[in-house]
């Protein structure tokens, strides 16, 4: 999550001309990296602790899987574009 956050400040901390045409992307490396960054839920219930520390890996984890079969996607586009474009070589 840490580096999403830093992927952020880097594009908002460059001029507007630097940045225009950029795209800031997610990957799923992103949210595999351990942070240093926590956050501090209190609760006098342990039950609502659990739930809510539970909803938020259960989060993270749905936002991995996304990203990762949106890479995989990406991926074989890639790769029928380059067999497409092999046999347009050889006609």
């Not at 659990?50 to 995989?72: G, I």
Request: aromatic fraction near 10%; hydrophobic fraction near 35%; avoid cysteine.
């Amino acid at each position: 999550m840490f580096m999403s956050l830093r992927k952020y400040a880097t594009y908002f901390s460059m001029s507007k001309e630097e940045r225009s045409g950029m795209k800031v992307k997610l990957e799923a490396k992103d949210f595999e990296k351990s942070a240093n960054m926590k956050s501090v839920f209190l609760s006098a219930s342990p039950v609502l602790v659990n739930e809510v520390s539970r909803f938020y890996q259960t989060l993270k984890d749905s936002l991995v899987k996304f990203l990762r079969e949106k890479e995989a996607r990406e991926e074989e586009k890639k790769q029928e574009f380059e067999d497409l474009s092999k046999e347009e070589v050889k006609d």
